[in-house]
């Protein structure tokens, strides 16, 4: 793979990749969040989520997981800093004619636990369960250790909306070599600027989970790992849904947009079939904990 090269100074931040925001939401909508299906499955069969449930989703982007879940009769209500990704959840959701208990509608809110409408859900009756699919993906805005600090808070502050008993789950990706597209996602946090970006992606750590649930006053109380291949019908399509993700951003803010494309279209060479399709294999793990 071409290698960048070298900045002797700090480079001037790229604008053009906020030019389609909208079009990117779309992407992750339509492309991306769907590779995350088994981790969400897996985890609701092993909650047995279900009539009864309470579910917050943290982060709950453009509201998959809390469709799958409002599917099998739970209660739901769902977060996110992105208020992109949040009107596609509140079109999804409101398509599907809100299934779940409907008695308490879906509510969704920008920010986190403390948004108007987690309190107003917390009101009617505390939550039974609390996921957070992506707690450490958010590595963008400070240093990692900042990231994990805020993290940390936000799941206590959601335990704390949650009653006894009840189940806070997280999840990330899994080791570095069970998950193909790792090597996909170093081209980012290659091309990152460190003195621009200091927070990028980076591999999750053996005990990173458990780590983030000792910060938040949770006690574990079991995990799992699933597989979740990524496949794509053709390299654009590839290259659409991981810029998608976000775990991008800085390398384009940093450097060129499409270098960025060009050095992700390389990277994926390798996983690329004889028929144009692409697939990565991936390991997804969570955590399981308590309040």
Not at 13 to 33: F, G, L
Not at 41 to 58: F, K, M, Q, W
Not at 92 to 107: E, K, S
Request: hydrophobic share 40%; proline share 7%; charged share 25%.
């Amino acid at each position: 793979m071409t290698s960048t090269l070298v900045r002797r100074h700090r480079p001037r931040p790229s604008s053009s990749w906020t030019t389609d925001a909208h079009a990117r939401t779309r992407d992750w909508a339509e492309i991306q969040e769907r590779m995350l299906v088994p981790l969400y499955e897996a985890v609701y069969e092993r909650l047995d989520v279900g009539a009864g449930t309470r579910l917050l989703g943290l982060g709950c982007g453009s509201g998959l997981a809390l469709l799958i879940a409002a599917a099998r009769g739970a209660a739901v209500c769902g977060v996110d800093t992105d208020e992109r990704r949040l009107d596609l959840a509140r079109e999804r959701l409101t398509a599907a004619g809100a299934p779940g208990d409907r008695a308490r509608p879906a509510r969704l809110g920008l920010g986190g636990p403390e948004s108007p409408c987690v309190r107003e859900a917390a009101t009617d009756a505390a939550f039974t369960v609390v996921t957070a699919f992506e707690p450490l993906s958010a590595l963008g805005a400070g240093s990692p250790g900042a990231t994990v600090s805020a993290t940390a808070s936000t799941l206590a502050a959601a335990a704390a909306r949650t009653e006894r008993g009840g189940a806070v789950v997280l999840a990330g990706w899994g080791p570095p070599e069970r998950c193909a597209t790792s090597g996909v996602l170093r081209v980012g946090a290659r091309l990152a600027d460190p003195m621009c970006s200091p927070a990028r992606w980076r591999p999750s750590g053996r005990d990173d989970l458990e780590e983030l649930a000792a910060r938040a006053g949770l006690r574990p109380d079991g995990s799992g790992r699933v597989a979740c291949p990524f496949g794509y019908a053709d390299t654009d399509s590839a290259v659409r849904g991981l810029l998608s993700t976000g775990l991008f951003d800085a390398a384009e803010r940093a450097t060129d947009p499409t270098q960025v494309r060009k050095e992700i279209t390389e990277a994926l060479h390798p996983h690329r079939r004889a028929d144009g399709t692409v697939w990565m294999p991936n390991v997804f793990r969570y955590l399981v904990c308590r309040v």
